[in-house]
């Protein structure tokens, strides 16, 4: 005795998409590329460097700018001296060279110029140009035969090579003449 079954085309279909639905619906595992998250940047990014001058002679200066490693950055502060600025002419030796205001008249004038350069290890190493002048009343001077009355300017210059990491901490240097230059740097 022989018994057969007979199935029809449906039921096989049938039959085996409710087999293999489990299979299709879930998707394969793969393995992905792990994410490294890192609170790093590039040694080569931006950094923001706040620079603060303190100083009796030259005045109270502060700014922050954002420079990559390897640039360089001009800071340039202009401030009305203790007294008022010093009346002087274009007939001054070294007039030209006088930071001046708008009337003609000497001011206290600071600059630095900046540029550091990141190291693997996240430390900076820095060069630091501080050039200021300021007027400390007048003198008197002989130019063309004529006696002038000319601001007796004062000027200051010193070049500084320092470290300092850029984790946020403050690195404060003392120039020659006592002013403070104090320099920050962060990611």
């Known amino acids: 005795m022989s018994s057969s079954f007979k ?10 998409a409710c087999a293999l639905a489990p299979v299709m619906l879930v998707p394969a595992a793969h393995a992905a590329t792990p994410i490294t998250v890192t609170s790093q940047s590039a040694l080569d990014g931006p950094i923001r460097y706040t620079v603060r001058v303190t100083s009796k002679q030259f005045g109270n200066s502060q700014e922050t700018r954002t420079i990559r490693s390897g ?3 001009d800071f340039t502060w202009k401030t009305v001296p203790p007294g008022g600025p010093v009346a002087g002419t274009d007939a001054c030796p ?3 060279s006088l930071p001046v205001d708008t009337n003609g008249a ?3 004038q600071t600059q630095i110029r900046f540029a550091p350069v990141v190291s693997s290890d996240g430390t900076a190493s820095v060069q630091m140009n501080f050039q200021a002048q300021t007027p400390r009343g007048v003198k008197t001077v002989t130019s063309g035969g004529k006696t002038l009355k000319c601001p007796n300017d004062v000027r200051m210059s010193q070049i500084l090579r320092f470290t300092m990491p850029v984790n946020g901490s403050t690195k404060t240097l003392t120039l020659s003449d006592g002013t403070e230059v104090a320099v920050s740097a962060k990611r």
């Open 94 to 96: 070294n007039y030209a």
């Open 106 to 108: 000497m001011i206290r």
């Open 7 to 16: 199935l029809s085309a449906v039921s096989v279909v049938a039959s085996l």
């Open 71 to 73: 640039e360089t950055d």
